[in-house]
């Protein structure tokens, strides 16, 4: 395991070295890096993200962060996007009156949550469904979310040969994607590097997959 | 289900050491703020909160230091406070591993401080820092003001019609501190709370006046969404885990 390379994308976007220390906790060798080609070559690719869904889909594209994640996932190359770098695998996000593109990975959009309280800050449970890789041994932990804007599903009509997403969801105030395990690409509404013990088994658990 | 009930401790930071005595078995060094925090979030801490108190410009780069080697260490949210007086400020914290920040006395002088912290990096990451104070002042419509200096000064605004503007301006959430509870251990002031809980729709940490186990779970009630305390926690009075227990007694879903 401590061969494997993990890269996160630097885009300008939030507080990038817990997700390094959290990798170099497990033993993982993680680069923070804008750089093309290391993106591209490194067993792991980590899509961070905080704040606005547009300002983040500028800063990815800047740097050719959708190019990377596509040309990943065709190689069957693993990619872990967290926060809004899950949200922006969605088709679109909307904000306030903006409605903004994302990287259109899987259909749908992300939207405000509608609770009492948001943003939705804090520890929460998921509904983990059975077949999960990443959450074996922590279906009954909880994790730190931060946001006000979820994915409210994600249905996939594909081909009854193709790998059907496994969709994990939790409740605040309404039901949303809290995370998804889909072939080559994964993703948390939650920040797992912020999540404890339970958050960095989950990291070894998806670095055990690369 | 909705997000669990946090449990926060404070710790004030100055020059590199926590001040206000810890009083911690088993720490090699009980006034490392990293050895605090790590220890803390070993013992069921949702999140940690810092407090520069430092006055000059070298103790902040102290305090930056501090904030990597937590960060490094430390896999729990890190919120840190303390002559935050501009967009670049909130930068350098965050780049050091700080997940949130809180704004004081900055923004009430200069509150399009918060549009520019919010509109740069989110709401997510901005906690207004609240001092209240009971009064019957005039321009206290609400009966209490914000109150600057450690509750010595007033600024002469009432607390709930600020903590409203500065939500409409992008905060995401607030930490509500009674200066009339603050160190007393008479228990959080509930009328505060549920002031604020009325008027906005982020999340309110409930800070001043913890002292006994009792004293959490009526803060919950009414309407916090966090619970912050200092000197109990850290003279080990009362041990978060026990606080959780407590809470979980009352009917209220907590972590571990």
Not at chain 1, 143 to 166: C, D, G, Q, R, W
Not at chain 2, 181 to 196: M, Q, S, V, W, Y
Request: hydrophobic share 40%.
């Amino acid at each position: 395991m401590a061969t494997k390379k993990i890269s996160i994308l630097d885009y300008g976007s939030g507080n990038l070295r817990s997700a390094q220390k959290a990798f170099q906790q497990l033993g993982v060798s993680a680069e923070i890096t804008s750089d093309y080609e290391d993106s591209l070559n490194s067993d792991g690719f980590v899509l961070p993200g905080v704040g606005a869904f547009g300002s983040c889909m500028s800063g990815i594209n800047a740097v050719r962060g959708n190019e990377i994640v596509d040309k990943r996932l065709a190689g069957n190359r693993k990619v872990l996007g967290i926060c809004v770098g899950m949200q922006v695998m969605f088709e679109k996000g909307f904000e306030n009156e903006n409605v903004s593109p994302g990287l259109g990975q899987w259909p749908g959009s992300v939207e405000l949550l509608e609770a009492q309280i948001v943003p939705h800050m804090g520890w929460n449970y998921l509904e983990v469904n059975p077949e999960t890789q990443i959450f074996k041994g922590l279906e009954d932990q909880s994790f730190y979310f931060v946001h006000s804007y979820a994915a409210k599903e994600l249905e996939m009509n594909t081909h009854e040969k193709f790998l059907k997403p496994i969709v994990h969801y939790a409740t605040h105030g309404e039901k949303f994607v809290a995370s998804v395990e889909n072939g080559p690409l994964t993703a948390t509404q939650f920040h797992p590097e912020k999540s404890g013990d339970a958050g960095l088994q989950l990291l070894k658990n998806w670095v055990a997959t690369l | 289900m909705t997000s669990l009930i946090r449990i926060i401790p404070c710790l004030d930071v100055d020059q590199g050491r926590v001040v206000k005595g810890v009083n911690f078995q088993n720490l090699k060094d009980a006034g490392d703020p990293v050895e605090l925090a790590k220890n803390y979030a070993q013992n069921g801490a949702d999140e940690i909160t810092f407090l520069d108190i430092s006055a000059s410009r070298n103790d902040r780069k102290t305090m930056i230091e501090v904030i990597e080697k937590t960060a490094d260490q430390v896999f729990v949210p890190l919120t840190v406070g303390g002559g935050v007086r501009s967009v670049s400020d909130v930068d350098t914290l965050l780049r050091a591993g700080a997940d949130k920040v809180s704004v004081n006395t900055s923004a009430l002088s200069n509150p399009s401080l918060i549009n520019e912290i919010a509109a740069k990096f989110g709401s997510q990451v901005l906690v207004i820092s609240i001092d209240a104070k009971r009064t019957n002042s005039e321009y206290a419509k609400s009966g209490f003001e914000i109150t600057t200096h450690g509750g010595t000064k007033s600024a002469e605004v009432d607390a709930i019609s600020w903590i409203k503007e500065a939500v409409d301006r992008g905060v995401g959430e607030i930490l509500l501190n009674s200066m009339d509870r603050d160190g007393t251990k008479d228990g959080f002031d509930l009328e505060l709370i549920e002031l604020a809980r009325q008027e906005v729709n982020v999340p309110i940490i409930a800070s001043g006046g913890a002292g006994k186990l009792s004293d959490f779970a009526p803060a919950v009630k009414a309407g916090a969404n966090a619970l912050l305390a200092a000197s109990i926690f850290h003279f080990a009075e009362i041990s978060i885990l026990e606080v959780k227990n407590q809470l979980r007694a009352e009917g209220i879903k907590t972590r571990l």
